[in-house]
T-cell receptor, first 117, second 110 residues
Framework: GAVVSQHPSRVICKSGTSVKIECRSL??????MFWYRQFPKKSLMLMAT?????????EQGVEKDKFLINHASLTLSTLTVTSAHPEDSSFYIC?????????????FGSGTQLSVL | QKEVEQDPGPLSVPEGAIVSLNCTYS??????FMWYRQYSRKGPELLMY????GNKEDGRFTAQVDKSSKYISLFIRDSQPSDSATYLC??????????FGSGTKLNVKP
């Protein structure tokens, strides 16, 4: 099956710093990628939809200036958590739709555990 | 009313049992139905995908969609301890918008 690579898998940072998380589709082109946040024992909460070459679409309540998303190529989307604070600590997961055609599905990265001290 | 409802469990079964996991949904226009398995602190792994309606089988896993009842199921035959995980359903109109269930935590006891 299609592979989506996400890294880092774990990051610990100090309050006030910025953290970048990368999401890559390894064997298909993903025109659309999604970013989620997941709290312990809770389901996925969609944060934003990222389309290659255009601005991301953020869900209601998600601060676009805090969670910067860039989708510069068909295989790479990045999420930057700016000026991170302890309340931003969470498990962040990306997904990508692809490959285009009858076999299109939604594939997930392995997730990034962010801990802000 | 939530778009997708899923019993969070936990569901505990003995090894070898048949497991039935279910989700209900509110919008009859949903066409895409997927089941994911998620181990702790890992990303969800796609198990089964169904478009529109009907059944699909893959090894020990069977996915069913009942559009008249707005109900989907995932059956696991001959369950193994390695099947212990959280199972998420994902339902949507298209690939731009999916609604996820809250996940059912399954524990298969040896």
């Amino acid at each position: 099956g299609a592979v989506v690579s996400q890294h880092p898998s774990r990051v610990i940072c100090k309050s006030g710093t910025s953290v970048k998380i990368e999401c890559r589709s390894l064997d298909f082109q993903a025109t659309t990628m999604f970013w989620y946040r997941q709290f312990p024992k809770k389901s996925l909460m969609l944060m934003a939809t990222s389309n290659e070459g255009s601005k991301a679409t953020y869900e209601q309540g998600v601060e676009k200036d805090k969670f910067l998303i860039n989708h510069a190529s068909l295989t790479l989307s990045t999420l930057t958590v700016t000026s991170a604070h302890p309340e931003d600590s969470s498990f962040y997961i990306c997904s990508a739709r692809g490959p285009t055609g009858l076999n299109e599905k939604l594939f997930f990265g392995s997730g990034t555990q962010l801990s802000v001290l | 009313q939530k778009e997708v409802e899923q019993d969070p469990g936990p569901l505990s079964v003995p090894e070898g049992a048949i497991v039935s996991l279910n989700c209900t949904y509110s919008n009859s226009a949903f066409q895409y139905f997927m089941w994911y398995r998620q181990y702790s602190r890992k990303g969800p792994e796609l198990l089964m995908y169904t478009y529109s309606s009907g059944n699909k089988e893959d090894g020990r896993f069977t996915a069913q969609v009942d559009k008249s009842s707005k109900y989907i199921s995932l059956f696991i035959r001959d369950s193994q301890p390695s099947d212990s995980a959280t199972y998420l359903c994902a339902i949507g109109f298209n690939f731009n918008k999916f609604y996820f269930g809250s996940g059912t935590k399954l524990n298969v006891k040896p």
